[in-house]
């Protein structure tokens, strides 16, 4: 069903089969909305973004009354809030900023969706974990070690606290065809293509996960009232030197310009979980953890790059 516009005044309560994606303008916002716009059964998708040219469909996190004004004028019975700051470096520098928007604007958009009725889908990390023991199931004790991960973590329990029928996915190292190119893969086969050395750690390990895996699961775990915590995160555990390899293979590039080192060798202001990454243990119980492998990913996302 096409994208509609957002009703100018409230519409009567919360339409069952009305979606509000806030942060389509991102990697992940953007893939759902199109996955649920190609959806099998009838929805309405409606979408807002902080880059929005309408004024009706603008939203930011640090202006708690353009969320509470969005979700109140669209009335859907789903949101899903893919909006975040989510650059890992700039939060761990301004951690007030980070707070401000991370939890306190996650926290403002639980609030106003659970005032009409709706229900939140909040999207989340692995960065909620230290990083000796991954990959980590949901039942796995959270203890992050920056900025970033302490930041989700808190705004998981504020949106779990606001209404436990509240939905939580944790994901991991997203990959697609962001036209932004800001993931890690598309980072390195761009650097690869300029010919440019890519140094990739060997020792921080995560479970990639391939946008529209992501989008297909979300949109199935949200339409299904889904709640609590769950994980969805790609099927291969590797570090980011042997990924950066991967893609460099998929995508028909010299690898000879991959060179490992170690997190610390990086010169990270951010201090990283080292083996991170999700098991989607819930995913695998309820019979639909199925990802595609990282190979067949990495492969439909360069043949999709050659094309454009
Ligand atoms: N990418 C990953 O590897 C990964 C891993 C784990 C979890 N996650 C989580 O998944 C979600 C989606 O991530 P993504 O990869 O799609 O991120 P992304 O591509 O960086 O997109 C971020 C989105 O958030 C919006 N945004 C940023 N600051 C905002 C603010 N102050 N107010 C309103 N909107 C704001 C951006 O809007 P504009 O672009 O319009 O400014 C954009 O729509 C985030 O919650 C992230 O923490 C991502």
Redesign the pocket.
Known sequence: MPESHIPAEPVGPPDVRRVLV??????????LARTLQAWPEPIQVLTA????PDADRR?????PE?LERVIAAVRPAHVI???????VTWCEEHPTGSHI??VV?TAAAARAANRIGANLA??????VFDGSTGPYPESAATRPINI?GAH?LAAEEAVLAENPGNLVV??????GD?P?R???VMRVIDSLRRGETVEAAGDLYGTP?Y?PDLALVLANLVLAAASGVWHVAGPTFLSRYELAHMAAAAFGCDRESIVEVTADQMNDPVDRPRRAGLLGVRLEAAGSGRMTPLADALQALATGDARA
């Open positions: 806030i942060g389509a303008s991102g990697q992940l916002g953007r893939e973004s902080r880059s929005e939203v930011a996190l640090e202006h353009t809030l893919a909006a975040a700051a989510t650059n928007i991370n604007g909040f999207l989340s990390t692995d960065y970033y989700k944790r994901t991991c190292q997203v990959f962001d932004r800001t993931n890690f996960t946008a």
